[in-house]
């Protein structure tokens, strides 16, 4: 019996592959995004604390300096917070093109077994005619041994 063979196996399995890396890329830019937007939340827990600290001096006698160092140490955690939410959006506008990648991807491959599964329905609508058409030509001959017979 003929076996089916799908000329572009190889063309699907490609795409399956491309597939398969367009899903880690997405994997990979949502480990970024998630990294970014937990170093953000650390900056603000830092912030907080540094102004926590800044509160709790109010109206004691502490040093020029100390005061100086805790504003200048929260200035630079806003700037840090501000940078740090301009990669938090780098890294979530990554992932929506990732995303986007591994969605064309998948369609891709999804295309392509459509048409494999196409192919293998005909190639077995095929099979299934050449076997009808073989027992039609043995219960012919059949039938005509039986009537040579009876003659």
């Known amino acids: 019996m003929k076996r089916f063979r799908f000329k572009l196996q190889r063309v699907l399995d490609i795409k399956r592959i491309r597939e398969e ?8 830019a949502e480990r970024r995004r998630a990294e970014a937007v937990e170093e953000v939340a650390s900056l603000r827990r830092s912030l907080a604390q540094c102004e926590r600290q800044l509160r709790s001096f109010s109206g004691a006698s502490i040093p020029v300096e100390r005061l100086a160092l805790l504003s200048e140490s929260a200035a630079r955690l806003r700037q840090e917070i501000k940078q740090s ?3 938090v959006a780098a890294a979530v ?7 986007a990648a591994h969605l064309e991807a998948v369609k891709e491959r999804k295309s392509m077994e459509r048409l494999r599964e196409r192919r293998l329905a005909a190639f077995r609508e095929e099979l299934a005619r050449a076997e009808q058409k073989e027992m039609d030509e043995m219960a012919q001959t059949v039938g005509t041994r039986g009537a040579s017979r009876e003659q």
């Open 21 to 28: 890396q367009r899903q880690l890329e997405v994997a990979l």
């Open 85 to 87: 939410e301009t990669r």
């Open 93 to 99: 506008q990554g992932l929506g093109l990732a995303k």
